[in-house]
């Protein structure tokens, strides 16, 4: 399946990211609060991080986190970035106290500083839950969630398997993921 992206309008901009499960489940703001909470069971206060100018679509997954928080008992914290210059500011922020987390929004400017950001976290010592793995093949914690780059299955293999272990350079390369 070929790579696909978004097109919307930021600011008098384009702009575009991955088209992926992730990107358009408004649920995942509460998944990604779970999963903390489940590899950091002491985390008293999140943050979610992203920029505003580039995720318009913030109050979708800010709606799903804040519903966990409060059935977690968890301080929601929301930590727009408007600029690479205020990221240690809002991570520093965050470290301050203790029993802090961390949940990186996926758009286009946290994946353009995924390195500063994991590098940041890990500096702080903060638990934090990433969009995309390529973002803890850099060296952060946790990723949950699609993968951009790979959209579906490998089909040939699933059909090879339904068909009786069919050999996949037999299967018509339009049906190859």
Known sequence: MKRREFITLVGGAAA????????????????WLEVLKEIAPRIAR????????????SELYLNSFKAAAASLGVEPIVA?????????????AQAREPNGGLIVMPDIFTTGHRAEI??????????????????????GL?????????????HS??????????????VPTGLRG
Not at 46 to 57: D, G, Q, S
Request: hydrophobic share 40%.
């Open 46 to 57: 999140v943050a979610v991080l992203f920029n505003p100018a580039t995720a318009p679509y």
């Open 16 to 31: 575009a990211w991955p088209l992926a499960a992730t990107t358009l489940e408004p649920t995942m703001g509460g998944k």
């Open 118 to 139: 994991t590098l940041l976290a890990a500096r702080y010592r903060l638990p934090a839950v990433y969009p995309f793995r390529y973002f803890t093949q850099i060296g």
């Open 80 to 92: 727009p970035v408007l600029d690479a210059s205020t990221l240690e500011s809002v991570l520093a």
């Open 157 to 170: 293999r699933a059909l090879g398997d339904s068909a009786g272990g069919a050999d996949r350079r037999r």
């Open 142 to 154: 946790l990723s949950y969630g699609s993968d951009p780059f790979d959209h579906g299955c490998d």
